[in-house]
């Protein structure tokens, strides 16, 4: 009859120790049914295949893209198909139906997903403009352009308090997932960290995969898209996460 909240985290780790063991690592794969070529051209689909690793971030999905350069890999002659199918993807803990929380996608409400990415939320940065009356500056902290638009109405303003006033509101249409950023932060102030959690992990991890794979230069003939991994797929290269007993995300948005 109750919200989950952090007690249930301890039955979820007893759980997770006795059934996997403190030694176990999550997996992410790129995986593919034949090697690259002599011009290093992989010539079908390469296969991301996650396990729901909730310590990855984006700076471990850089790694595994330069890992596949490194393999010798600089095109894919296929699609990039992401796997999810170990486990539910885009939904929520089951029981937490609290409505405000669907509405504003609090990073503690993140949902599950195969492929997870910066603890399936997003980072938004506002800080002040050049001077009053100037746009401020907001961007998010890891681009995923093919999933995560976002509209800037936050102006600088010189103020007596000191103090800024910033909102979001998180919409989804049409496959993508957009932040308003609007209000007000002073001339001089920080800058402010906002946090929230994206609805598909998936998509946003398919997303932030596209952007690096574009910034290495890794060519992708056939573009992206899901699909399941054929049991004859071969490992390129690998991400393991730390084991289990020490698997503890850094950074984790409060």
Do not use: C
């Given at each position: 009859?109750l919200?989950?909240?952090?007690?249930?985290k301890?039955l979820?780790t007893a759980v997770?120790?006795r059934?996997?063991?403190?030694a176990?690592?999550f997996?992410t794969?790129?995986?593919?049914?034949s090697?690259?070529?002599?011009?290093?051209r992989?010539?079908g689909d390469l296969?991301v295949?996650?396990?729901?690793d909730?310590?990855?971030v984006?700076e471990?999905?850089?790694?595994?893209?330069?890992?596949?350069?490194?393999?010798?890999?600089?095109s894919?002659?296929?699609q990039?198909?992401?796997?999810?199918?170990?486990?539910?993807?885009?939904d929520?803990v089951?029981?937490?139906d609290?409505?405000?929380?669907?509405?504003r996608?609090p990073?503690?409400?993140?949902?599950?997903?195969g492929?997870?990415?910066?603890?399936n939320a997003?980072?938004?940065?506002?800080?002040p403009?050049?001077?009053?009356?100037?746009?401020?500056?907001v961007?998010?902290?890891?681009?995923a352009e093919?999933?995560?638009?976002?509209?800037?109405?936050?102006?600088?303003?010189?103020g007596s308090?000191g103090?800024s006033s910033?909102s979001i509101?998180r919409?989804e249409n049409?496959g993508?997932?957009?932040?308003d950023v609007?209000?007000t932060?002073?001339?001089g102030h920080t800058?402010?960290?906002?946090?929230r959690?994206v609805?598909d992990?998936?998509a946003?991890f398919a997303?932030?995969?596209a952007?690096?794979?574009?910034a290495e230069g890794?060519?992708?003939?056939g573009?992206?898209?899901?699909g399941?991994?054929?049991e004859?797929a071969e490992?390129l290269?690998?991400r393991?996460s730390?084991?289990?007993?020490s698997?503890q995300?850094?950074?984790?948005?409060?």
């Open positions: 009859p919200v989950p909240a952090s007690t249930a301890l979820v997770a120790l059934e996997l063991g403190p176990y690592r997996e794969d790129l995986l593919a049914l090697p690259p070529d002599g011009a290093g992989l010539p296969y295949r996650g396990s729901g909730p310590t990855l984006v471990g999905l850089w790694k595994l893209v330069r890992d596949l350069k490194s393999a010798g890999i600089e894919v002659g296929g990039v198909l992401f796997d999810d199918s170990v486990m539910e993807s885009g929520w089951p029981g937490w609290r409505a405000q929380d669907l509405e996608g990073p503690y409400f993140a949902s599950l997903g492929l997870t990415l910066n603890h997003v980072e938004i940065v506002v800080a403009g050049p001077g009053s009356g100037q746009p401020a500056r961007r998010l902290t890891t681009e093919d999933y995560l638009t976002l509209t800037n109405r936050v102006t600088t303003e010189t308090s103090r910033v509101v919409e049409q993508q997932l957009h932040f609007r209000g932060i002073p001339v800058p402010r960290w906002f946090y959690s609805i992990p998936t946003h997303a932030a995969f952007g690096l794979a574009q890794l060519r992708v003939e573009g992206y898209g899901r399941q991994t054929p004859e490992v290269v690998a393991s730390p084991p289990l007993q698997s995300p850094s950074g984790t948005p409060s």
